[in-house]
């Protein structure tokens, strides 16, 4: 009885009002999500995904310092600018970044622990686990992963060139403009058919079917324009690049040339697990998407200068 009277109510004026209210707050929420851990958060997200032991934050080492001020000087970034630009070691095998060169908060770049490494001496083997099981070293599989952490000095520079130049493109304020515009379509849509039709008048499964509808559409759309947006500010970095300095031309084909090693030993060491992330070639597996330039066109876009970079 209660739930007929609270149906009831949101068919109101003033029912459509709260769903309205609650509309334009989901959206601010959205929004939040995304802005909050790229600015004001920037520091907390930093501190969540850095690298510690033994309680302590691991500072980053001088080589690694020098290398990310390198790449800066080669992408010829003013020195009032550089300080936006925050190093710090980060946990895991992967570089990353959070944050935008557009904001006063600036961005932070997590450089992976295997940067450090000079040759496989350097590699502590046994604190090193795969589906937190421990890896066989002296299969190939074992010995093509363990090359593949040991990251040459030039792709290290281009590895951390790319993610300052993602952070200053406007990439940020487009997935943010995108995820908050699709969900408020949504709603304007479903408000107006609602409207036009009588949906109101209708049974309430007619109206769940309109909405899961055009939920899944404002899905599909705003995944898509993240993927493509990604995609575009990859080749276009890619480009940069390659054309700004040999270094970055020669540590692009290195880069991927270890990322995709390193893809192909996990693909085998994982077994089902491994087929279903990577492919035989090294590329990450996609179902539907297309998250990123493929990795395996990447590299051949470094080792050949006549070869042009596509999405497909």
């Known amino acids: 009885m209660n739930f007929q009277r609270l149906s009831a109510w949101f068919l109101k004026d003033s029912g459509k009002q709260f769903v309205f209210g609650c509309a334009v707050a989901t959206s601010i929420g959205i929004g939040c999500l995304q802005v909050l851990p790229n600015t004001f958060l920037l520091d907390k997200y930093m501190e969540i995904v850095r690298l510690y032991q033994n309680g302590f934050t691991v500072p980053l ?11 800066m000087d080669l992408l010829e970034i003013e020195e009032v600018d550089k300080k936006q630009f925050q ?3 980060g946990c ?54 363990l090359r593949s952490l040991i990251v040459s000095e030039n ?42 039709y009588n949906l109101y008048a209708k049974s309430r499964g007619v109206r769940l079917i309109l909405y899961g509808l055009l939920g899944s559409f404002a899905l599909v759309s705003y995944l898509f324009i993240k993927d493509a947006n990604q995609v575009f500010f990859e080749n276009k970095i890619d480009t940069f690049l390659k054309n700004k300095s040999p270094v970055f031309q020669e540590g692009g084909k290195e880069f991927y040339d270890s990322i995709l090693n390193r893809n192909i030993a996990l693909r085998s060491i994982m077994g089902k697990v491994g087929e279903y992330h990577y492919t035989i070639a090294g590329n990450e597996n996609y179902t539907f998407r297309q998250k990123h330039l493929p990795l395996v066109q990447r590299k051949a876009f470094f080792a050949d200068s006549g070869l042009p970079l596509q999405s497909a």
């Open 61 to 71: 080492p001088r080589p690694l310092l020098e290398r990310f001020k390198k790449a």
């Open 155 to 196: 792709a290290q520079i281009y590895a951390i060139a790319r993610e300052i130049k993602m952070r200053q493109t406007p990439k940020y304020f487009i997935d943010l403009i995108s995820s908050m515009g699709m969900f408020m379509g949504m709603y304007s849509v479903g408000n107006h058919m609602n409207n036009k």
């Open 87 to 89: 190093p710090f070691m």
């Open 92 to 145: 895991g095998f992967d570089i990353f970044s959070r944050g935008t060169s557009y904001s006063q908060f600036g961005a932070v770049i997590g450089l992976p622990i295997n940067y450090t490494y000079i040759d496989e001496d350097h590699i502590e083997k046994s604190r090193i686990k795969v589906l937190d099981h421990s890896v066989a070293w002296e299969t190939d599989d074992g010995e093509r992963l």
